[in-house]
Every structure is written in C-alpha cells, then in structure tokens.
C-alpha cells in the first residue's frame, strides 16, 4: 500500500508547538506521516494518542512505546483518550477528507477514475455504503444532499434521473452512475461535476459533517490552555466549520454578549490561513485545496 507525502507537514506540526514532553493526538493517522513527525520532536516522556476508523491503516502503525493507535472513528476521540487514562492534550491535529490511498485503491470506490462498486466507506465495518444512498434514499433527501454537500445547481435533476434509472434497475458501480448521469457531464466540466457528486455521496455516507462538529467541540475541553488545535480541510463545507469554531466558538449564530458587548471563545487563531505552496502542489496534487488552520486554547 503506498500513502502519499503528508500535506502541509511542516506547518501543520510546527503549529501545533511541540512540547517535548507533552501529549498529542493525530485523530486523521493513515499513512502515519503527521504522527511520525510529532514522535521526531517528542522526548521520552512526550506521548502521541492517533485514530484511523480505516483498517487499512493499520498496517502503518508505529513501534514505539510512546505512541497508541486507535482504531475509531475521532468522533470518539474524548472518549478513548479517557479509557487510555487522559482528560487532556496539549495539542491535536486533524487532516481531514480521504486518503491519498482510500482514492488509489479502486475497490473502495471514492474516485471518479475507476469502475468499482459504489462503496464509499471509510470505516469498511459500517453498514450504509453509497450503493445504498443511490438505490434508495428518497428523491428528496437525494437531491438536497447533493446541493449541500456538493454544492449543485442541478441538484434537482440530477437526483430525478437516479431515481428513474433505478426503477428500472439498480445502479452498482460508478462507471454505471456515470453512464446513468451523462447528460448533466459536459466534456469540459465532467471531471468537476462528477467530483461534486462523489463527494456529496461520500460524505452522506460517512456522515463527515455531523462526525466534523462533534470532534471540534470535544476539542474545548479536552486540550489544554494554551495547547494547539491545527486542522487541515480540503473544501469549504469543512473549512466553514473549523472557521466558526475558532471564530465563535459556535457553528450557526453568534456567542451571547454581556452588558458591555464582550463575548468569550474557546480559542484565538494563531497567525492567518496557512495553503500550500506551488512546489508541494506540483509534488502531491492532493495538497491543491488544502487548507490549515491553526489556533490555541485559551
């Protein structure tokens, strides 16, 4: 299995302030590039916490006696960090989205390049896979995940077409999706719109969003004042999120004010919006929409 470089490695780790003896967590692990940097600035006494919900992963643990892996879903994270006898961190990194090698291994079905079975599943354990979203959800629910989580304008259209296709016979691969939804792929923008799909699918599945929202606020409390949140999100539904948490401290709304109009957040961001340069671009094309934020417990 190849797991393709780490993306925004240095600045993501730099971020996050290692403290030698401190104790981190790489909720995202796969291919264990992040992890193994932090480990790099760790002393004997410095421990590192990761998670991967992809078995997959676990073929890249690590041999060393301060690290654990975890092999759940970071929505979880509080909870077995507890088990392992922590309340808290000095800092946490997410690298958000899919792997390099969830994309590369055609059977798992997340790209657009391959004929594969509809799956879609990060935890290949869970039962909803993307066949079942496009066989069965209503036309509705369908049409208002791919304008949400896809962002399409033919939301509507699009969704009417599956659901006539599959009256008639199931869709079960993504070559036949593909063939199902031709006329809304134009030659110039296929490639675009067909990755808008995928992801809108992709995330209904692994419910990326709602798992996204409960990590971010299990994040309050569990690093410590001072201690580093550093998040990396690849489009702007996740970005959104990590922005408002760190902005508000809240998703939807505004923090409550007192007399004077002063409001309290968790965190204060730690320099500007940080995105790869042109050179890590061209060497990992995954890096393309990157996005790292980084901010520290107050």
Known sequence: MEYHNPVLLKESIDGLGIKPDGVYVDVTFGGGGHSREIL?????????????????????????????????????????????????????????????????????????????????RMNQ??????????????????????????????????????????????????????????????????????????????????????VLKEFLLQTVDLINEGGKLSVISYHSLEDRLVKRLIQNGMFEGEPERDFYGNFTVPFKKDGKLIIPNKEEIKLNNRARSAKLRIAFRI
């Open 40 to 120: 790099k600035r760790l002393d004997k006494n410095g421990r590192l916490f990761a998670f991967d919900q992809d078995t997959d992963a676990l073929k890249n643990t690590i041999d060393d006696e301060r690290f654990v892996l975890i092999n759940e879903n970071f929505r979880f994270t509080k909870r077995f960090l507890r088990v392992n006898g922590y309340k808290k961190v000095d800092g946490i990194l997410a690298d958000l989205g899919v792997s390099s090698h969830q994309f590369d291994v055609a059977e798992r079905g997340f790209s657009t390049r391959f004929d594969a079975d509809l799956d879609m």
């Open 125 to 210: 354990g869970n039962k909803k896979s993307a066949y079942d979203v496009i066989n069965y959800y209503e036309e509705g629910a369908l049409s208002d995940i791919l304008f949400q989580y896809g962002e399409l304008r033919s939301s509507r259209g699009i969704a009417s077409k599956i659901v006539k296709a599959r009256s008639e016979h199931k869709i079960n691969t993504s070559f036949q999706l593909k063939e199902v939804l031709s006329q809304f792929l134009p030659k110039a923008k296929e490639h675009k719109i067909l990755a808008q799909i995928f992801q809108a699918v992709r995330i209904e599945v692994n419910e990326e969003l709602e």
